[in-house]
């Protein structure tokens, strides 16, 4: 069941995702969280630090990212496990080894297979974070992905590196390919929330929403799954119409 959530900005979506968290953490302290990369999910960093402010304590959880560039050396600014270090294990004072995130490194193919039985040996993933793509991706999983995927090596399309550009010094830099949980392994977790603000994923929004369930919209997969958070900003929402509580209510 979807559950949608919109929100006049993106601080306010982050907060609701936040709040979504906390929630797993107060009844299951050890739980397994997927996170995500992308400026989506910052607004819910942000939130998540206050609240690990105020006292949320989640010293036993275990994160895994979603996905990981192949090509970057971990140390590399953009590699997303500096971005998880820079966003998520320094405001959140979380210990760096909590935080899996898939390691290529000179076998790919050998890493992915790796990253998704460490997934299983953890117990599998109690809530997964997403943002979306443009063109309706999750992790990596472009447009025609099969649904039933494990974590594999994929081909980055030529929109997403587009996309992804604005953090490289130019599009070249962008790497072609990346180990990315898959569309089976995001599927299984037991729970999921979706962030998505600005215009620019109105129309990737209401296709994962709202439209034909199937590989075309790889963001679809979420009308199957049982549990689904959704806070979009006004300009996300586009026509999606909201069945969340008012903020208060989800607390
Ligand atoms: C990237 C990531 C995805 C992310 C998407 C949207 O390619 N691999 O996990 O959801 O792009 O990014 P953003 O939130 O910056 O729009």
Partial sequence: MITTHVVPDARTAGS?????????VRAVPAAVIGVATGSSPLPVYRALADLVDGGLDLSRVTWFALDEYVGLPPEHPE??????????????GLDRLRVHVPEPGSDPYAAAAAY???????GGID????GI?????????EPGTPFGIPTH???LTHATRRDNARFFPSLLEVPTLCVTQGLG?????????LIATGEAKAAAVAAALTGPVGPECPGSLLQRCPDVFVALDDAAAGGVEPTGQEIDAVR
């Fill in 79 to 92: 590699s997303y496990r500096s971005v998880l270090d820079r966003e998520l294990v320094a405001p959140l």
């Fill in 16 to 24: 609701l995702v936040a709040e979504r968290i906390a929630r797993l």
């Fill in 127 to 130: 809530l997964q974070l997403l």
């Fill in 153 to 155: 090596v994929a081909e």
């Fill in 116 to 122: 998704e039985a460490d997934i299983v040996r953890a």
């Fill in 185 to 193: 392994t995001i599927g299984r977790a037991r729970a999921h929330a």
């Fill in 133 to 141: 793509g443009g063109n309706g991706h999750l992790g990596f999983n």
